[in-house]
């Protein structure tokens, strides 16, 4: 599956940003999908996951009750809703997959994961 990545940009302290990952393929529903941000010289980091059945999810603490993932399998398409965003949120944002059997079931964790779209750079100033 291929992913591209788009929706970043500059925003000012407070203000909100709607990222999305279209996948190509006919199968995206039997993914699991990630939302993963790195800074320059800083680890990849995990943002926020959601299981094939939309249902299950998680969060980083510093983003959770500020961002919300969404997909539509119809669209191909997962989502990250970002609001009351900080300084501290800039980075380049990743969607990635992985190809799932469990419906229910999502990776936290980078190497969890089997593909990757090319990143969008999220700017948040002070």
């Known amino acids: 599956v291929q992913l591209q990545a788009s929706g970043g940009g500059l925003v000012e302290a407070g203000g909100s940003l709607r990222l999305s990952c279209a996948a190509s393929?006919?199968?995206?529903?039997?993914?699991?999908m990630g939302w993963f941000r790195q800074n320059l010289g800083k680890e990849r980091e995990f943002v926020a996951a959601i299981a094939r059945n939309g249902i299950h999810k998680d969060y980083t603490e510093s983003v959770r009750g500020r961002f919300t993932v969404s997909r539509d399998n119809a669209k191909n398409t997962v989502y990250l809703q970002m609001n009351n965003l900080k300084p501290e949120d800039t980075a380049v944002y990743y969607c990635?997959?992985?190809?799932?059997?469990?419906?229910?079931?999502?990776?936290?964790?980078?190497?969890?994961?089997?593909?990757w779209g090319q990143g969008t750079q999220v700017t948040v100033s002070s």
């Open positions: 990635a997959a992985v190809f799932e059997n469990r419906g229910n079931y999502y990776s936290t964790g980078a190497s969890g994961y089997q593909y």
């Open positions: 393929g006919r199968t995206f529903g039997r993914y699991a």
